[in-house]
């Protein structure tokens, strides 16, 4: 078993129960349990700032699977949920993102591991550091980073979410 992070994110749809019905499916994915997740929290879009905010949480999940396996995986819940790649940052029913498995690295035109960009992103790092501060990333420690980030657009919604 190995230990992958993944983020998660929805702006479309009821997006809150998006993320959670994500949890739900990625907790029995093959070989696959989910192990701990975080809170939802709400999000300013980055990039096209004509959309709704976003819903983002971040889970550990526990698998038997590679790296290849699992991001098929995901791809394919996201198709599940109704994803359509109209252009970069449209809005979207689901997102999935694998951003890290413990021990694996990778540096191909399908995936890149741990993810290049996740220490950039608050709505990715917010998260992590409420579920896993202490996690070393190659940038440093989680908490480290979240807090060094303008978390500004970012908000934690009540844990009954």
Same mark, same amino acid.
């Given at each position: 078993?190995?230990?992958?992070?993944?983020?998660?994110?929805?702006?479309?749809?009821?997006? &809150?129960?998006?993320?959670?019905?994500?949890?739900?499916?990625?907790?029995?994915?093959p070989g696959t349990r989910?192990?701990?997740?975080?809170?939802?929290?709400?999000?300013?879009? &980055?990039?096209?700032?004509?959309?709704?905010?976003?819903?983002?949480? &971040?889970?550990?999940?526990?698998?038997?699977?590679?790296?290849?396996? +699992?991001?098929?995986?995901? =791809?394919? +819940?996201?198709?599940?949920?109704?994803?359509?790649? #109209?252009?970069?940052?449209?809005?979207?029913?689901?997102?999935?993102?694998?951003? =890290?498995?413990?021990? &694996?690295?990778?540096?191909s035109e399908f995936l890149? +591991?741990?993810?290049?960009?996740?220490?950039?992103?608050?709505?990715?790092?917010?998260?992590?550091?409420?579920?896993?501060?202490?996690?070393?990333?190659?940038?440093?420690?989680?908490?480290?980073?979240?807090?060094?980030?303008?978390? #500004?657009?970012?908000?934690?919604?009540?844990? #009954?979410?």
């Amino acid at each position: 078993m190995t230990l992958a992070v993944i983020a998660l994110g929805s702006n479309l749809e009821n997006p &809150v129960h998006q993320v959670e019905a994500a949890l739900q499916r990625l907790a029995a994915l093959p070989g696959t349990r989910l192990v701990r997740r975080s809170a939802c929290y709400r999000t300013a879009p &980055v990039g096209y700032a004509e959309q709704p905010d976003f819903i983002n949480a &971040v889970c550990e999940v526990d698998t038997e699977l590679d790296a290849e396996a +699992l991001l098929a995986q995901l =791809l394919q +819940l996201e198709q599940d949920f109704g994803r359509v790649r #109209s252009f970069r940052n449209a809005p979207r029913v689901l997102d999935l993102d694998l951003l =890290l498995m413990d021990g &694996v690295t990778r540096d191909s035109e399908f995936l890149t +591991l741990p993810h290049p960009r996740m220490h950039e992103r608050a709505f990715v790092m917010l998260p992590l550091a409420e579920m896993a501060p202490e996690r070393q990333l190659p940038q440093g420690r989680v908490g480290d980073i979240a807090a060094a980030l303008d978390g #500004s657009g970012v908000s934690r919604l009540p844990r #009954s979410h």
